[in-house]
């Protein structure tokens, strides 16, 4: 039973523009939420994350927004640059429970 | 520079053979964790440590088996039990009492032949 959901499996983004990725989750335990930016045939690097007791996160041209009565956090990529194309997963976590849970990702695609 | 080491970054493993991939970490990381990516999936847990000497299993520890003898090092064995071993495995760790962020290595390609 999947309990982080990244419904949309890719995106296409024009350079310059916003990129808006969004991430649901199931179980309300959860209470630290992460991005993490992966290229093929590496491992992932972490990107961003939030913490529960906020809504909003931002480092740079990353932005991670958290709604919690609708269990849904999204990332904002503003402007998108032709190095963001990659795959992003977003993971969840419990407190005191350092096992994240991961969705299946969204590959973001940056044209040109 | 500290990190995560994996190893070999590609892998071949024939019918009823077992194969060990190594994970070795030089970051003083209390747990570690391997995990398995398969396409158009996210990361799935197969098993994690949180101190020397001990393991627990994951959401698909069927067919694998690890060891933590040493804090440095996390090797996973992928069984013959495991019938679809072909995938993208990753190792990760974490100091505990930190944030949560979990360090990834850069993972290791195992195919059947």
């Known amino acids: 039973d999947q309990q982080v959901k990244q419904n949309s499996p890719s995106l296409s983004v024009q350079e310059g523009r916003i990129s808006i990725l969004n991430c649901d989750y199931t179980n309300s335990m959860f209470d630290y939420f992460l991005w993490y930016k992966k290229y093929p045939a590496e491992g992932p690097t972490f990107l961003i994350s939030i913490s529960s007791i906020k809504d909003k996160n931002e480092d740079g041209r990353f932005t991670v927004f958290l709604n919690k009565s609708a269990k849904h956090l999204s990332l904002h990529i503003v402007p998108s640059q032709p190095g963001d194309s990659a795959v992003y997963f977003c993971?969840?976590?419990?407190?005191?429970?350092?096992?994240?849970?991961f969705g299946a990702g969204t590959t973001v695609t940056v044209r040109a | 520079d500290g990190g995560i080491t994996q190893s070999p970054k590609y892998l071949f493993r024939k019918e009823g053979q077992n194969v060990t991939l190594s994970c070795e970490q030089n970051?003083?990381?209390?747990?570690m964790y391997w995990y398995r990516q398969d396409p158009g999936q996210g990361l799935r847990l197969i098993y994690y440590?949180?101190?020397?000497?001990?393991?627990q299993k994951g959401d698909i520890a069927e067919g694998y088996s690890v060891s933590r003898e040493k804090k440095e090092s996390f090797p996973l064995t992928v069984t013959s039990a495991q019938k679809n071993p072909t995938a993208f495995y990753l190792c990760a760790s974490i100091r505990l009492g930190s944030e949560g962020k979990l360090f990834f290595g850069s993972g290791t390609q195992l195919s059947v032949l």
């Open positions: 440590s949180q101190i020397v000497n001990d393991f």
């Open positions: 970051l003083n990381h209390d747990a």
């Open positions: 993971a969840a976590r419990r407190s005191n429970d350092y096992k994240l849970s």
